[in-house]
């Protein structure tokens, strides 16, 4: 009995934790936070730095907020929780700034902005405040992961496209290097609009159509 | 039986003689001037780019039938050669073969199959294209090549920037309108004929409207909104004109250069993406002509028809949600 309960646990928990990859992927399937996510993928590293930010803050607003919930009166629960959310950004600010400030600069008012991001207050009020801290922190995990996936990927595809390069490695260049150290070659533009704004809709309309097609 | 003979079918009984192969080699025969233009001027550049673009847009189009589409082939209705001739008219001459196939992929891939082909896309095909490579090929997509009468030679010409920009450039400056028009080296029967800088297709107003002419005559397409983007943008530069000759351009040159003709006659005609009615079109053809000038005059780039035509492209729903024609024996309520 205590067994197959155990095992129900952690089946959830498995599950908790896989559907912000595919089955509710927070940019794919619900469409959240997409201010962020057509804002900041310019580049892989940009989408990457911006998910991994953003899942610090939804585990750490996630816990707190699922330790708390019994404290929470219902009418003041959003404000609480925007504070809560506000005091994790202000964490991950201030330590971006301090440790890598070039990432910090080209993510501008984006990592400020995560206190607004839908998917972190979704998951507070949708999740945080009704489940155990032990399912919030696999929720905000899995969550937050599938979130730097899909930014990666779009961040990734429009860079490759925008800049023919991955991970700031200039792809044209680097092979050229490879074969003859001492080159001198210098690899022609991308197609410049996927840098811009336009290609950020673009790349995520085409991901989500590849992306209903996989999960069906 | 005689009776089963008879069949009872809903209207129409008679059916006219268009279709959508008619109308589209009605298309392309109209743009046969222009094309004689540009072959006269660019020399074999203007069959080179020309072949390339309508060869990708047919190829994509199959293929994005063949993979995703499925049903019922149309690359014979015709659709993609036009789409591949319209793009071509819409880049300069010099443009390297694998920037004109990505023009033709976004072309008839993301601006027309993506919403399910011929009828379904609410932007023209060909000026999707054309956008995307002036953003993404800044460079590539502004070095217009002097022109040169039947030079077949497959030297690299010359490249030179196109009246418009030069009136703009000129304008930034702080240089009156009349020292920029008296140092210009085209006359106004050059951009009449074609014999300026610019894209393959727009240099020539004559041959565009010529082949205007041609689809009037046909009926592929009617008198309004070629009527209204041109006589909108010729009021709206008047009283520019009207108001200080020295810093704004003369209506007869915002009329005669850039794209205008080509995106009044061949563009903005298109009748997927243009409004059904006759007043919608109006609408639709003063729109076009406010933006273009707006942008010409006041905007980043020197030419805007091809950005107007798209914006107008979108509000088209719009246009013929609001200009529906009364039912007929439908009352007016008072």
Not at chain 1, 152 to 169: C, K, P, Q, V
Not at chain 2, 188 to 197: K, T
Not at chain 2, 273 to 285: C, E, H, I, N
């Amino acid at each position: 009995m205590l067994n197959q309960m155990k095992e129900e646990t952690i089946m959830n928990n498995l599950k908790n934790f896989t559907k912000g990859f595919f089955r509710e992927n927070p940019v794919f399937i619900l469409l959240l936070g997409l201010c962020p996510t057509l804002g900041v993928t310019t580049s892989a590293i940009n989408g990457l730095a911006m998910g991994l930010a953003t899942t610090f803050v939804l585990i750490g607003s996630n816990v707190v907020i699922a330790l708390i919930k019994g404290l929470i009166p219902d009418k003041v629960r959003i404000p609480s929780f925007i504070v809560v959310i506000a005091s994790f950004v202000t964490i991950i600010d201030l330590v971006m700034s301090a440790y890598v400030p070039a990432l910090y600069e080209s993510l501008g008012l984006f990592i400020p902005l995560i206190v607004v991001n839908c998917i972190v207050l979704g998951r507070a009020e949708a999740f945080a405040s009704k489940n155990t801290v032990f399912s919030s922190l696999i929720d905000g995990l899995g969550m937050g992961l599938g979130f730097a996936f899909a930014l990666t990927l779009l961040g990734g595809l429009r860079e490759i496209l925008g800049s023919i390069a991955i991970f700031n490695w200039k792809i044209f260049e680097g092979i050229a290097r490879l074969i003859n150290p001492a080159t001198d070659y210098t690899q022609p533009d991308g197609i410049l609009v996927f840098v811009l704004a336009p290609g950020a809709f673009f790349g995520l309309a085409y991901l989500i159509v590849l992306m209903k097609k996989i999960s069906k | 039986m005689a009776i089963n003979k008879l069949t009872v079918s809903m209207s129409p009984h008679d059916y006219g003689k268009y279709s959508v192969k008619k109308i589209m080699s009605g298309v392309v025969l109209a743009m046969i001037p222009a094309l004689l233009v540009s072959v006269y001027y660019f020399g074999f550049d203007a069959i080179r780019v020309n072949l390339i673009a309508i060869a990708s847009c047919v190829f994509f189009e199959w293929l994005f039938q063949k993979i995703f589409i499925k049903g019922k082939l149309t690359i014979n209705d015709g659709s993609a050669v036009v789409t591949g001739m319209l793009l071509a008219f819409n880049v300069p001459s010099n443009l390297p073969w694998w920037i004109i196939v990505i023009g033709a992929l976004v072309a008839i891939g993301i601006a027309k199959m993506t919403f399910g082909g011929l009828g379904n896309n609410p932007f023209n095909p060909a000026l999707v294209g054309r956008v995307f490579l002036l953003i993404s090929f800044p460079v590539q997509m502004t070095s217009w090549p002097k022109v040169s009468v039947l030079n077949f030679a497959m030297t690299d010409a010359q490249t030179g920037a196109t009246p418009l920009a030069i009136v703009k450039e000129g304008l930034k400056n702080g240089e009156s309108y009349s020292s920029i028009m008296n140092s210009m080296p085209h006359e106004y029967v050059d951009m009449l004929m074609g014999n300026i800088g610019g894209s393959l297709g727009e240099i020539s107003a004559v041959a565009l409207i010529l082949g205007g002419l041609f689809m009037l005559f046909r009926k592929i397409i009617t008198w309004h909104i070629p009527v209204s983007i041109i006589g909108t943008v010729a009021i709206f530069t008047a009283i520019l004109y009207g108001i200080n000759p020295e810093t704004y351009a003369s209506p007869v040159f915002h009329l005669l250069t850039g794209g205008l003709m080509l995106g009044a006659i061949f563009m903005a005609t298109d009748m997927v993406t243009s409004p059904m009615t006759g007043k919608g079109m109006l609408v639709y053809g003063v729109g076009i002509g406010v933006i273009t000038v707006l942008i010409r005059v006041w905007g980043a780039y020197p030419e805007g028809v091809s950005f107007a035509i798209l914006i107008m492209n979108a509000v088209v729903p719009l246009i013929n949600n609001w200009l529906k024609p009364k039912r007929f024996g439908e009352t007016i309520k008072k």
